[in-house]
Protein backbone atom coordinates (compact mmCIF):
# COMPACT_ATOMS: atom_id res chain seq x y z
CA UNK A 1 0.00 0.00 0.00
CA UNK A 2 1.68 3.24 -0.93
CA UNK A 3 2.07 5.74 1.79
CA UNK A 4 -0.02 8.68 1.31
CA UNK A 5 1.83 12.10 1.24
CA UNK A 6 -0.18 15.39 3.05
CA UNK A 7 2.95 17.77 3.57
CA UNK A 8 5.95 18.31 2.75
CA UNK A 9 7.45 19.23 -1.29
CA UNK A 10 4.87 16.29 -2.54
CA UNK A 11 1.81 15.71 -2.09
CA UNK A 12 -0.45 12.71 -2.97
CA UNK A 13 -3.92 11.14 -3.10
CA UNK A 14 -5.65 8.45 -4.34
CA UNK A 15 -9.18 7.90 -6.05
CA UNK A 16 -9.51 4.47 -7.46
CA UNK A 17 -6.62 3.25 -8.77
CA UNK A 18 -5.28 7.07 -9.63
CA UNK A 19 -2.51 8.32 -8.00
CA UNK A 20 -2.06 12.00 -8.00
CA UNK A 21 1.44 13.35 -7.60
CA UNK A 22 2.01 17.11 -6.50
CA UNK A 23 4.90 19.18 -6.52
CA UNK A 24 4.42 21.65 -4.35
CA UNK A 25 8.38 23.38 -3.13
CA UNK A 26 8.23 27.07 -2.64
CA UNK A 27 7.37 29.19 -5.31
CA UNK A 28 9.00 27.73 -8.28
CA UNK A 29 8.42 24.09 -7.53
CA UNK A 30 12.43 23.83 -8.41
CA UNK A 31 13.11 20.44 -7.24
CA UNK A 32 16.54 19.91 -5.79
CA UNK A 33 18.44 16.51 -4.47
CA UNK A 34 16.34 15.57 -1.63
CA UNK A 35 12.99 16.34 -3.54
CA UNK A 36 13.88 14.27 -6.50
CA UNK A 37 15.00 11.40 -4.30
CA UNK A 38 11.62 11.77 -2.91
CA UNK A 39 9.61 11.60 -6.46
CA UNK A 40 11.68 8.86 -6.95
CA UNK A 41 10.26 7.04 -4.12
CA UNK A 42 6.59 7.92 -4.75
CA UNK A 43 7.17 6.93 -8.40
CA UNK A 44 8.73 3.56 -7.67
CA UNK A 45 5.92 3.09 -4.99
CA UNK A 46 3.08 3.19 -7.93
CA UNK A 47 5.22 0.90 -10.43
CA UNK A 48 4.98 -1.48 -7.31
CA UNK A 49 1.57 -0.99 -6.05
CA UNK A 50 -0.81 -3.11 -7.99
CA UNK A 51 -3.98 -1.45 -6.87
CA UNK A 52 -2.59 1.80 -9.10
CA UNK A 53 -3.39 1.99 -12.68
CA UNK A 54 -2.92 5.60 -13.67
CA UNK A 55 -0.37 8.97 -12.74
CA UNK A 56 -1.24 12.46 -13.06
CA UNK A 57 1.50 14.20 -12.37
CA UNK A 58 0.62 18.18 -11.31
CA UNK A 59 1.70 20.99 -9.57
CA UNK A 60 0.60 23.32 -7.07
CA UNK A 61 0.07 27.46 -7.65
CA UNK A 62 -0.43 28.69 -11.14
CA UNK A 63 2.38 30.72 -12.41
CA UNK A 64 5.10 27.95 -12.44
CA UNK A 65 4.61 23.43 -13.08
CA UNK A 66 8.55 23.50 -12.71
CA UNK A 67 11.94 25.15 -13.85
CA UNK A 68 13.63 21.87 -13.14
CA UNK A 69 16.96 22.32 -11.16
CA UNK A 70 16.88 24.52 -8.22
CA UNK A 71 20.18 27.02 -8.75
CA UNK A 72 19.82 28.57 -5.09
CA UNK A 73 20.48 24.96 -3.43
CA UNK A 74 22.99 24.22 -6.20
CA UNK A 75 24.97 27.48 -4.93
CA UNK A 76 24.44 25.94 -1.17
CA UNK A 77 26.04 22.67 -2.26
CA UNK A 78 23.58 20.39 -4.26
CA UNK A 79 25.94 19.00 -6.83
CA UNK A 80 24.38 18.96 -9.98
CA UNK A 81 26.03 15.15 -10.25
CA UNK A 82 24.56 14.14 -6.96
CA UNK A 83 22.43 11.23 -5.93
CA UNK A 84 18.87 11.93 -8.06
CA UNK A 85 17.55 9.14 -6.31
CA UNK A 86 16.02 5.53 -7.85
CA UNK A 87 14.48 7.24 -10.99
CA UNK A 88 16.90 9.88 -11.96
CA UNK A 89 16.22 13.83 -12.02
CA UNK A 90 12.29 14.03 -10.48
CA UNK A 91 11.65 10.20 -10.23
CA UNK A 92 11.10 9.50 -13.57
CA UNK A 93 13.00 10.02 -16.02
CA UNK A 94 15.51 6.77 -15.24
CA UNK A 95 12.83 4.56 -13.16
CA UNK A 96 13.34 1.41 -14.52
CA UNK A 97 10.24 -1.05 -15.67
CA UNK A 98 7.53 1.93 -15.03
CA UNK A 99 4.67 -0.01 -17.64
CA UNK A 100 1.96 2.25 -16.26
CA UNK A 101 0.50 5.43 -18.08
CA UNK A 102 1.56 9.09 -16.40
CA UNK A 103 -0.05 11.93 -17.21
CA UNK A 104 1.48 15.30 -16.62
CA UNK A 105 -1.15 18.25 -16.10
CA UNK A 106 1.25 21.05 -16.96
CA UNK A 107 0.10 24.97 -15.70
CA UNK A 108 2.45 28.21 -16.12
CA UNK A 109 6.13 27.80 -16.39
CA UNK A 110 7.77 24.52 -17.49
CA UNK A 111 11.28 24.82 -18.42
CA UNK A 112 14.42 23.05 -18.22
CA UNK A 113 14.58 19.82 -15.88
CA UNK A 114 10.89 20.78 -15.87
CA UNK A 115 10.48 20.67 -19.13
CA UNK A 116 12.40 17.32 -19.29
CA UNK A 117 10.12 16.01 -16.14
CA UNK A 118 7.01 16.35 -18.74
CA UNK A 119 8.35 14.61 -21.25
CA UNK A 120 9.32 11.88 -19.40
CA UNK A 121 5.12 11.32 -18.54
CA UNK A 122 3.32 9.69 -21.43
CA UNK A 123 0.68 12.59 -21.83
CA UNK A 124 0.85 15.92 -21.74
CA UNK A 125 -1.93 18.23 -20.92
CA UNK A 126 -1.08 22.03 -20.32
CA UNK A 127 -3.00 25.23 -19.37
CA UNK A 128 -3.70 27.94 -22.07
CA UNK A 129 -1.10 29.96 -19.46
CA UNK A 130 2.34 27.01 -20.16
CA UNK A 131 5.14 28.47 -21.79
CA UNK A 132 8.25 26.36 -22.14
CA UNK A 133 11.94 26.25 -22.68
CA UNK A 134 15.37 24.56 -22.35
CA UNK A 135 17.76 27.76 -20.85
CA UNK A 136 19.81 25.65 -20.13
CA UNK A 137 22.32 26.81 -22.72
CA UNK A 138 22.45 30.04 -21.53
CA UNK A 139 24.16 28.91 -18.03
CA UNK A 140 26.40 27.12 -20.34
CA UNK A 141 24.97 23.66 -19.41
CA UNK A 142 23.24 20.83 -21.62
CA UNK A 143 19.85 19.65 -21.35
CA UNK A 144 20.92 16.58 -21.13
CA UNK A 145 17.40 14.60 -21.38
CA UNK A 146 15.91 16.63 -23.96
CA UNK A 147 18.70 16.57 -26.28
CA UNK A 148 18.22 12.73 -26.48
CA UNK A 149 14.30 13.12 -26.55
CA UNK A 150 13.53 16.09 -28.61
CA UNK A 151 15.09 15.02 -31.65
CA UNK A 152 13.35 11.84 -31.45
CA UNK A 153 9.22 13.39 -30.76
CA UNK A 154 9.64 17.10 -33.24
CA UNK A 155 11.23 17.41 -36.12
CA UNK A 156 15.28 17.61 -36.27
CA UNK A 157 15.37 21.14 -36.89
CA UNK A 158 13.13 22.30 -34.51
CA UNK A 159 14.26 20.77 -31.94
CA UNK A 160 17.49 21.93 -32.72
CA UNK A 161 16.05 25.18 -32.58
CA UNK A 162 14.87 24.85 -29.56
CA UNK A 163 18.39 23.50 -27.93
CA UNK A 164 20.69 25.86 -29.60
CA UNK A 165 18.24 29.05 -28.52
CA UNK A 166 17.02 27.86 -25.23
CA UNK A 167 14.34 30.58 -26.74
CA UNK A 168 10.40 29.84 -25.45
CA UNK A 169 7.88 28.91 -27.15
CA UNK A 170 4.19 29.14 -26.24
CA UNK A 171 1.65 26.21 -25.69
CA UNK A 172 0.15 26.54 -29.35
CA UNK A 173 3.61 25.80 -30.69
CA UNK A 174 3.95 22.91 -28.22
CA UNK A 175 0.69 21.59 -29.53
CA UNK A 176 1.45 22.31 -33.33
CA UNK A 177 4.99 20.24 -32.97
CA UNK A 178 2.85 17.49 -30.79
CA UNK A 179 4.65 17.70 -27.78
CA UNK A 180 1.45 17.86 -25.88
CA UNK A 181 -2.36 16.10 -26.18
CA UNK A 182 -4.52 18.88 -25.39
CA UNK A 183 -4.82 22.53 -24.49
CA UNK A 184 -7.27 23.41 -21.76
CA UNK A 185 -8.44 26.66 -19.89
CA UNK A 186 -6.27 26.86 -16.56
CA UNK A 187 -9.72 26.15 -14.44
CA UNK A 188 -10.56 23.12 -16.73
CA UNK A 189 -6.57 22.00 -16.54
CA UNK A 190 -6.97 19.27 -13.54
CA UNK A 191 -10.44 17.81 -13.97
CA UNK A 192 -9.25 17.58 -17.85
CA UNK A 193 -6.45 15.57 -16.53
CA UNK A 194 -8.61 13.75 -14.60
CA UNK A 195 -11.16 12.80 -17.37
CA UNK A 196 -8.07 11.46 -19.39
CA UNK A 197 -7.07 9.26 -16.25
CA UNK A 198 -10.39 7.98 -15.92
CA UNK A 199 -10.50 6.73 -19.33
CA UNK A 200 -7.30 5.15 -18.94
CA UNK A 201 -8.35 3.25 -15.44
CA UNK A 202 -11.16 1.58 -16.99
CA UNK A 203 -8.99 -0.13 -20.13
CA UNK A 204 -6.88 -2.75 -19.61
CA UNK A 205 -3.60 -2.42 -17.48
CA UNK A 206 -1.81 -5.57 -18.90
CA UNK A 207 -1.95 -4.26 -22.49
CA UNK A 208 -0.99 -0.76 -21.47
CA UNK A 209 2.40 -2.58 -19.39
CA UNK A 210 3.08 -3.99 -22.92
CA UNK A 211 2.44 -1.10 -25.14
CA UNK A 212 5.28 1.05 -22.61
CA UNK A 213 7.85 -2.06 -22.17
CA UNK A 214 7.69 -2.34 -26.36
CA UNK A 215 7.84 1.42 -27.31
CA UNK A 216 10.50 1.83 -24.58
CA UNK A 217 12.74 -1.68 -25.05
CA UNK A 218 12.16 -1.17 -29.20
CA UNK A 219 13.46 2.65 -29.75
CA UNK A 220 17.04 1.34 -31.00
CA UNK A 221 15.61 -2.10 -32.51
CA UNK A 222 14.80 -2.95 -36.24
CA UNK A 223 11.65 -3.53 -36.88
CA UNK A 224 11.78 -6.47 -37.76
CA UNK A 225 13.93 -7.48 -34.74
CA UNK A 226 11.26 -5.39 -32.82
CA UNK A 227 8.36 -7.74 -34.27
CA UNK A 228 9.90 -10.43 -33.59
CA UNK A 229 10.50 -10.35 -30.17
CA UNK A 230 6.65 -9.65 -29.79
CA UNK A 231 5.60 -12.81 -31.46
CA UNK A 232 8.05 -14.62 -29.65
CA UNK A 233 6.79 -13.11 -26.30
CA UNK A 234 10.36 -11.86 -25.37
CA UNK A 235 9.06 -9.33 -23.61
CA UNK A 236 8.41 -10.10 -20.07
CA UNK A 237 5.08 -7.96 -20.15
CA UNK A 238 3.78 -9.18 -23.77
CA UNK A 239 4.24 -12.68 -22.38
CA UNK A 240 2.39 -12.18 -19.67
CA UNK A 241 -0.47 -10.71 -21.65
CA UNK A 242 -0.75 -13.12 -24.02
CA UNK A 243 -0.85 -16.27 -21.06
CA UNK A 244 -3.73 -14.02 -19.22
CA UNK A 245 -7.22 -13.87 -18.27
CA UNK A 246 -7.76 -10.71 -19.44
CA UNK A 247 -6.72 -11.43 -22.90
CA UNK A 248 -9.68 -14.20 -22.85
CA UNK A 249 -12.04 -11.52 -21.29
CA UNK A 250 -11.59 -9.09 -24.01
CA UNK A 251 -12.07 -12.04 -26.55
CA UNK A 252 -15.12 -13.00 -24.52
CA UNK A 253 -16.43 -9.63 -24.13
CA UNK A 254 -16.60 -8.55 -27.35
CA UNK A 255 -17.81 -12.40 -28.17
CA UNK A 256 -20.91 -11.75 -25.98
CA UNK A 257 -21.15 -7.62 -26.99
CA UNK A 258 -20.68 -6.31 -23.48
CA UNK A 259 -17.45 -4.17 -22.17
CA UNK A 260 -15.05 -6.07 -21.12
CA UNK A 261 -14.24 -6.20 -16.93
CA UNK A 262 -10.27 -6.04 -16.76
CA UNK A 263 -8.68 -7.68 -13.25
CA UNK A 264 -4.53 -6.93 -14.59
CA UNK A 265 -4.38 -10.38 -14.01
Given at each position: ?48 D ?12 E ?10 A ?8 GD ?24 G?C ?54 T ?46 K ?10 F???L ?18 D ?16 R??
Amino acid sequence: MMQMRTDGPILTRVDGAILEVTLSRGKANAIDLATSRLMGEVFRDFRDDDALRVCILRAAGEKFFCPGWDLKAAADGDAVDGDYGVGGFGGLQELPHLNKPVIAAVNGICCGGGLELALSCDLILASTTATFALPEIRSGTVADAASLKLPKRIPYHVAMDLLLTGRWFDVEEAQRWGLIKEICAPGDLLARAWDLARLLESGPPLVYAAIKEVVREAEAMRFQDGLNRITKRQFATVDRLYGSDDQLEGARAFAEKRDPVWRGR
